[in-house]
């Protein structure tokens, strides 16, 4: 129950860091909560001495970015799509505090999560359902193909034909099948084959299992045990 918890939590909390850091990366930093206006109307502003300081700076594709705090203290954000070389003079002449900063370049693990992010996330998920789906994570997805059989040592495997009720033709006839294991060479040497297997047919809790058990216990011979669904 407990590995069950903390594989969900774990799971939500690695789709939520995914997440937080892809929209933190298109997130613009020096622009959150300010407003967006027309370049145009931002050089307004400017000449109209509406603006008290402005932050500019490189932005995708050798765009112009500028972020301003108006005197009322409200912040507003435009784009120039080229960098306006009589910006900084008009700043000046109006006594605008501005500060031009480089390009913000994200970090190699920023860029990582950004480029490989959404992928893996869609993967993990799917890995994630497609475990649930088979039975809590016990095979999980990747585990197709591999046997689940389980096997009986001849050290702990005490059931005998002593402990099958009834079948007794059942049981006769796989008599030769335990003196066959007990000793092959014996039949070999009298030109006997060696059987390739034996079938048990009947239907579901008639004993078949417990009589193919009872088989390896007299023959005292590992029982290997593997349901049909595996």
């Known amino acids: 129950m407990n590995n069950q918890w ?4 774990a799971v939500w909390l690695v789709i939520a860091m995914v997440l937080f850091t892809v929209f933190k990366q298109f997130d613009t930093r020096t622009g959150v909560g300010a407003g967006s206006i027309g370049y145009s109307e931002f050089l307004e502003d400017v000449r109209t001495h509406r603006i008290k300081s402005a932050t500019i700076q490189e932005g995708q594709g050798g765009s112009t970015e500028i972020v301003a705090v108006t005197n009322d203290d409200r912040r507003i954000r435009t784009t120039a ?29 920023m860029t990582l999560l950004v480029s490989w ?19 809590g994570g016990k095979g999980g997805a990747f585990s197709f193909g591999k046997s689940k059989a389980r096997m009986l040592d001849e050290n702990n495997n005490t059931i005998t034909f002593a402990d099958v009720a009834g079948c007794d033709e059942a049981k006769e006839e796989v008599k030769e099948v335990v003196d066959f294991l ?33 088989i390896a216990g007299e023959a005292k011979v590992p029982f290997f045990s593997i349901s049909g669904s595996d």
């Open 6 to 9: 903390f594989s969900k939590v």
């Open 81 to 109: 799509t080229y960098l306006d070389r009589g910006l900084i003079g008009d700043l000046i002449n109006n006594n605008v505090k501005f500060d031009v900063r480089p390009r913000e370049e994200g970090s190699l693990l």
């Open 117 to 135: 992010g959404p992928m893996l996330l869609l993967i993990g998920v799917w890995v994630y359902f497609m475990r649930q789906m088979q039975g």
């Open 182 to 214: 007990k000793d092959p060479q014996k039949f070999q040497k009298l030109g006997g084959r060696i059987p390739r297997g034996l079938l048990l047919v009947g239907p579901p809790g008639t004993g078949k299992t417990l009589l193919a058990k009872s």
